[in-house]
């Protein structure tokens, strides 16, 4: 899944879906981004394939794939959303290396507000790079 996530983020949203991730990329004073908008498009096959899998026997395992798309959309949302730009007041210091490894390569990934020659795609996994 992280792969996934990998290569939608660098040649997707930082590709030809630019004009929704630009939002998350720029300063504003909006609660929604249209970055917001991949959530709603990332649930439909996760959704598709929980139900399939649960009404057909013979692709009983679609399930297991769209709980997982499900699952990471939930970590997605926590670390992302919550953890690192804090979109709600909730207190979170990182205190493994690899928690503050991950805020610090999103956070340099932030520091390019334009598409190109951006680093640090990842989510869940950050080279040791980071390290702080």
Not at 18 to 36: A, F, G, R, V
Request: some cysteine; proline content about 2%.
């Amino acid at each position: 899944m992280e792969f996934v996530a990998w290569f939608t983020h660098k040649y997707i949203m930082h590709g030809f879906l630019w004009i929704w991730h630009e939002s998350h990329h720029k300063p504003h004073d909006h609660t929604l981004e249209k970055n917001d908008l991949f959530s709603l498009v990332f649930s439909f096959p996760a959704i598709a394939l929980t139900i399939l899998g649960c009404i057909y026997d013979e692709v009983a395992y679609l399930k297991w794939i769209g709980t997982g798309i499900t699952c990471y959309g939930i970590f997605y949302f926590v670390f992302h959303d919550l953890i690192v730009h804090r979109r709600l007041n909730i207190k979170f210091v990182a205190k493994s290396n690899y928690m503050k490894r991950l805020i610090r390569a999103h956070k340099i990934h932030h520091k390019k507000i334009e598409k190109e020659d951006g680093e640090a795609f990842g989510f869940l996994w950050a080279p040791k790079k980071y390290e702080i």
